[in-house]
């Protein structure tokens, strides 16, 4: 057995995620000492202001203002970039990685957008770049793809990974909130923003989609190159009518591999409520992933918080002072550095079974016509929910319809079509329905 | 970057899991290569009788017979035990591990009674030992023990690792069968064995919650030390009842640290529908774990199956031969060769609510007596519930009571006071209720 290795660590950023992980360090050199045979120890905790570090009870002597000083010490090994953002921080891990030092980051944004340059950079300078917690919080996630998955070829993905709007469809679920009464909620519990924008829009699933798509399927996948919506125009009326229906909506990253190219979004979809991921609720994330040879596998646990994503990030300081982290780092190849660009199916070519809310007047022959539009697309009506009404008739009434499996694009078609039918009163409403992924396809 | 590593391996009985095991390798050379940057090659498939083997089209030229010939084989770096069993399998384990080669098996009922020594065995030999197809099949969980959870104190697990058992139950739940009629279809269906005794007894998962125990708790824990029922007694009119009452059955894994000492046992108990372990159907396995600093993650997939299985064995092949396996199975000190003993806390001092049901004559005072009884062992009584009968009241009728948290010697103290009431007819069923875990606590 080796000696025992240590390291020093040096936290930049020390707000939520930054202080916990900070406190965590600063408490468990024992039990960590204990457990993983290394001995690590929090020389710098980094930040302009030390408000919240005082609040923890952080020992001030760790504080410090000057990154400089961190990357110039040469018994610092390991620096967890934790400023969140993107141009200060990209600075931030550019400077440790040039530094020599290995970089643990939690933040998503700036690994969708420049992962592969900074994957590359730390190749460059033999040091690594670990990002387990930028995804699924503590959720040993990306783990998964890395190491335990990894004689599989993953089919697909699905990922419930922003706990935000997780929160928020589960109450229009289980108390048929509408999106903004949900919203406030979660604002006055502290789960969304002041200014939820990135959660509600699906740009942070996007991100994370991103990050796991690449590892998973082993392909460079340029950030904004598939099509994200958000949550903030699902109608409680919808919510409820598919929950009739059998289903449970979720935001969700979505990525398959079809034959050479792979489909990648992020939307609302309804799943059947026998799924695992139906079962997922209030702040939980979770993320089912298909291998070829596994099947169907599952993780779940807390998407975030300070406690649970310093759980993961502690757990990339141990793989990286022990040794394990850079032995996949170095030898897989699915890393965004070392992989060809991915293939990207178009949203038109997506096949899935769809939700079709269509709001006409009230008279004789308009199923007639909308039947033949969808018939003329090739695509087949599973059921049909009318209910008795006693609504205002101004904007029409609510026809529901599901379809079998067909293409996107023809759905898209369909409804166009419908849309400029006289009986049709407004815009049609569409939600993509996924049922369960066949394993072993 | 370093140069592509290699590895030849032999694989030691070729049943379900080592034919599926063989075909794996044998079929995707390539796909490893490029994702992985290894080459692995199956070099020997050992067995007595290869008619499996044929009949999975396997290379003859891999065909052997003589396990000394592969052992002595100096090309040869990994030798995979999938004979199952005790104890031809320990010898073929020990003689590969003294020959220095890294031993990769899904053994757990060989590793609940021997990996102490078998562990300890191949560290003095400067060779691994990995085991993550030993519970769970294909979900990569003991890596989230020994990698990803590291940072972790853990404070509890719940798992449901047996899928002949969870199908039974499974069936029973949803389409009220008794035991025999669930078993009778499982073994139509091979889903469980024409002598299913090891898994309905709970043995099988027991052989398991060793396994996931030890590592999790960085203990020693010595198989056949804690307590163990299985499902062959349940009734179908208590998991109806159950049901009712807002629970799900499940034959579990339970290991909760309690100040010191780890309370183990495995039991059928009834946890809330809204717990994700609830959901866990049919032959899926799924394993909650309740982390200090992550608070609760849950793994979920196939646990059993050729392919599943080999997913599992393909992974720790992939570590040992890039080398990140020997990082943790060398820094870790988590494994059962370099750990204290577990001190167990007794099955009396377990705390959890409990459902009992009492088989009663049907006459004024009967609810008095029992209640009293409770009263004096400082049981509350949460619920109770006595359905109008038409019942054959010879044996009783049921009186169901579900208890606040409490102490099980208290609650077995009651039972037996209680049957000896005059009004008691039979013998009273005892389930364990268990409430969501608390994370943090």
Partial sequence: MPGIKKARIAIVGCGVVGGATAQYLATSEDILTTKTGLQLQLKYVIDKDFTNAKRLGLDEKLFCTDLGKALGDPEVDIVVELVGGINFAKQVIESALKA?????????????????????????????????????????????????????????????????????????????????????????????????????????????????????????????????????????????????????????????????????????AFISKTHPLAWVSGPFNAVSIYGDTVGHTMYYGRGAGGKPTASAIAGDIISIVNGSYAEVFNNNSIWQDTTAPASLASEDEFTARYYLRLMVEDKPGVLANVSAILSEQGIGISSVLQHEHSLDTEKGIPVVITTYKTVEGHVKEALAKIRKLPCSKSEPVCITILDEHAEYS
């Avoid at 990306?142 to 699905?158: C, K, Q, S, T, V």
């Avoid at 998973?216 to 919510?239: H, T």
């Fill in 100 to 268: 020599k030092k290995h970089v643990v980051t939690a933040n998503k944004a700036l690994l969708a957008h420049h992962q592969k340059e900074l994957l590359a950079l730390a190749r460059a300078n033999g040091v690594c770049l670990a990002f387990e917690a930028s995804c699924g919080g503590g959720i040993p996630l990306i783990r998964a793809i890395y190491d335990g998955l990894m004689a599989n070829r993953i089919d697909a993905l699905y990922g419930i990974v922003n706990g935000t709007c997780n929160y928020i469809l589960t109450s229009m679920t289980q108390k048929g909130l509408s999106f903004e009464e949900a919203l406030s909620q979660a604002q006055k519990l502290g789960l969304a923003e002041a200014d939820p924008t990135l959660d509600i829009s699906g740009g942070d699933t996007a991100h994370k989609l991103t990050i796991l798509a690449s590892l998973a399927f082993a392909r460079f996948v340029p950030w904004e190159a598939f099509p994200v919506s958000g949550i903030q125009n699902l109608d409680a009326y919808d919510v409820t009518t598919g929950g009739e229906l059998g289903y449970t909506v979720k935001l969700l990253a979505i990525a398959r591999r079809v034959g050479e190219k792979l489909s990648l979004m992020v939307r609302p």
